[in-house]
């Protein structure tokens, strides 16, 4: 009996797509169909772009950002932007730079779409020569993104979102992963809204492991419980949770999911299903080598999880800081660094059978 359904679910996994699967309990099959896999551009007035984030906007259309420029930390790099409609991706268009005055300019970093309850949608980025000097910014804009409000600094002690998109709770709060990132700690925070992003408070996340953690992404699981997996230093991914929205968060573990201190993104589904992109292998003598897999994984409660699609499996190349959202049309959406050169979409459908 055990043999015949080992069998029956790798029978399963090969009709899915050829599916690499990790010895965890899993309940169900899942199956994935790639829609479309896409470069966002081909040509661009940028040498390097890098750190990519995604957001629907109104019919359907979805909009990425990242940041690019000469190379990273070249004061010439800016914020760009494109959007997907039924024609394809539209050329890449300048949205935020780091000048601060004509003789004065700063990198920019790591931008965040979030699309808030009110009808706004955020553009939150960094500007700054390194991460342990940068400082938060926002734009916004109320007309899906056409026009947008001129640069804000954010408040002092607040950088927005470090990498990865804001949740919104059921009771209207705004939680914001973020970080510090400094050449002597790292060290993971959240920031919280409760009035639609016009002003926000810190809650710290416990660091009395030892562990080096920045960049979270957030996924809602069963019970209220909201779930904070981290980039580390401990050659895999590390978590923590909070059971009372977001108020305070259990003291750090390391999960058995490898991952060589690289930036990962997740989406909890509206089925419930967790979706995690992520770098697979823990780092190495060249942290680089860590960058050249990334994979698609799925959980159905936070704890045990199953690869499900090799988005790239590489001897060399860079793919890099994914960014992950779901549409209101089901279909999951994925942007990241593409080799440094450009930014790769890809669209698929997750569906789970049990």
């Known amino acids: 009996m055990?043999?015949?359904?080992?069998?029956?679910?790798?029978?399963?996994?090969?009709?899915?797509?050829?599916?690499?699967?990790?010895?965890?309990?899993?309940?169900?099959?899942?199956?994935?169909k790639v829609i479309t896999k896409e470069l966002i551009f081909i040509k661009a007035p940028f040498r390097q772009c890098h750190a990519s984030s995604l957001a629907e906007l109104s019919g359907g259309r979805i909009m990425a950002v990242w940041f690019g420029g000469t190379y990273e930390r070249n004061p010439d790099v800016c914020i760009w932007g494109s959007i997907k409609d039924g024609k394809g991706w539209s050329t890449p268009f300048l949205l935020a730079n780091g000048i601060v005055r004509?003789?004065?300019?700063?990198?920019?970093?790591?931008?965040?779409?979030?699309?808030?309850r009110n009808g706004v949608?955020?553009?939150?980025?960094?500007?700054?020569?390194?991460?342990?000097?940068?400082?938060?910014?926002?734009?916004?804009?109320?007309?899906?993104?056409?026009?947008?409000?001129?640069?804000?600094?954010?408040?002092?002690?607040?950088?927005?979102?470090?990498?990865?998109?804001?949740?919104?709770?059921?009771?209207?709060?705004i939680i914001s992963p973020s970080s510090i990132e400094t050449a002597s700690r790292w060290k993971a925070h959240m920031e919280i809204s409760d009035d639609n992003g016009n002003?926000?408070?810190?809650?710290?996340?416990?660091?009395?492991?030892?562990?080096?953690?920045?960049?979270?992404?957030?996924?809602?699981?069963?019970?209220?419980?909201?779930?904070?997996?981290?980039?580390?230093?401990?050659?895999?991914?590390?978590q923590s949770r909070s059971a009372d929205q977001g108020n305070s968060w259990s003291i750090p573990q390391k999960t058995s999911i490898l991952n060589p201190n690289s930036g990962i993104d997740a989406v909890t589904l509206r089925n419930g299903l967790q979706v995690l992109v992520y770098n697979p292998a823990p780092a190495g003598k060249d942290w680089f080598n860590g960058r050249s897999k990334l994979y698609v994984a799925v959980s159905e409660d936070g704890n045990h999880w199953q690869d499900v699609y090799k988005l790239e499996d590489n001897a060399t190349g860079e793919y890099s800081y994914p960014a992950v959202i779901?549409?209101?049309?089901?279909?999951v959406h994925i942007t990241y660094t593409y080799n440094r050169t450009s930014i790769r979409h890809v669209v698929m459908k997750i569906r789970i059978h049990r």
């Open 326 to 331: 779901q549409a209101h049309s089901g279909l």
């Open 102 to 116: 004509d003789s004065l300019r700063y990198p920019c970093w790591n931008p965040v779409l979030f699309n808030s």
């Open 121 to 173: 949608l955020f553009l939150f980025y960094k500007v700054g020569p390194s991460p342990d000097t940068w400082w938060g910014m926002v734009k916004k804009s109320s007309d899906d993104g056409k026009t947008w409000t001129g640069p804000e600094r954010l408040p002092a002690g607040i950088l927005g979102p470090i990498k990865d998109k804001p949740i919104t709770l059921p009771s209207g709060r």
């Open 199 to 238: 002003t926000w408070k810190i809650v710290p996340i416990d660091t009395s492991t030892g562990y080096k953690l920045i960049q979270p992404t957030l996924l809602t699981l069963q019970h209220d419980t909201i779930l904070a997996l981290m980039r580390s230093n401990q050659n895999c991914i590390v």
């Open 2 to 32: 055990r043999r015949l359904v080992r069998n029956l679910m790798i029978a399963l996994t090969i009709l899915a797509g050829g599916f690499n699967t990790v010895a965890q309990p899993f309940p169900a099959s899942v199956r994935v």
